[in-house]
């Protein structure tokens, strides 16, 4: 398992204390989604950023399997709730594609190349969760649901522009060793950096 000293701690310059705000990641690298894209949040929970993302005028597909969760999306504009079980089943996702995936605290290997599959050409990934050394932090602590150091990176390796990536431990909202990526899908897209 991989510690980080106190080096290669970072803050993100605007982080919320609260965790029902959107990640500061999330709120930067959206404006890389052309206007009014179709965005999917990916086991959303009560889906801050399906919240966030709709309210700057795309359009969002928000999936969880926690219906409790989802029910605080009910009736936002924009927003289309689904309640499915992303990791048994069928994959529901095949052969449909969005502006921009968003992905949150969540990791399931399996699927995760059906997963990237989903941003289409020029589209953006966005994701955030959790790595290795976030066990001295608390939960999540199973290897399953944490990312090895570089992960996001060697995923994005092929066929992707990385726009920004960072691995750490961050200390907002709450302690935690964190790896976050935007990437673009192709390797000819020119874009702006926000
Ligand atoms: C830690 S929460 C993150 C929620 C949201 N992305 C965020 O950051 O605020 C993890 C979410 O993954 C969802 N989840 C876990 N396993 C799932 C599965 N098999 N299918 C669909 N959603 C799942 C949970 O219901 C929960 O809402």
Do not use: K
Not at 133 to 148: E, I, M
Request: include cysteine.
């Amino acid at each position: 398992m991989t510690q980080f000293d106190q080096s290669m701690q970072f803050r993100a310059p605007d982080a919320h204390h609260e965790t029902a705000a959107a990640s500061p990641w999330v709120q930067r690298f959206s404006a890389l989604i052309r206007d009014g894209g179709e965005v999917l949040d990916f086991a959303c929970g009560s889906g801050r950023h399906a919240r966030w993302l709709a309210q700057h005028g795309c359009r969002v597909e928000a999936v969880d399997r926690n219906a409790d969760a989802l029910r605080a999306l009910s009736g936002i504009e924009r927003v289309r709730v689904t309640q499915a079980d992303l990791e048994a089943g069928d994959w529901i996702y095949a052969g449909r594609q969005f502006d921009a995936v968003v992905v949150t605290n969540y990791l399931f290997r399996p699927r995760f190349e059906a997963l990237l599959d989903t941003v289409r050409h020029g589209g953006v990934l966005i994701y955030e969760t959790f790595m290795h050394g976030n066990a001295q932090f608390g939960r999540p602590s199973s290897p399953d649901f944490l990312l090895a150091p570089g992960e996001l990176l060697q995923r994005c390796m092929n066929g992707w522009q990385v726009v920004a990536f960072e691995q750490g431990i961050v200390s907002v909202p709450r302690p935690a060793a964190i790896q976050r990526i935007c990437a673009v899908r192709g390797t000819d897209a020119a874009m702006t950096l926000p």
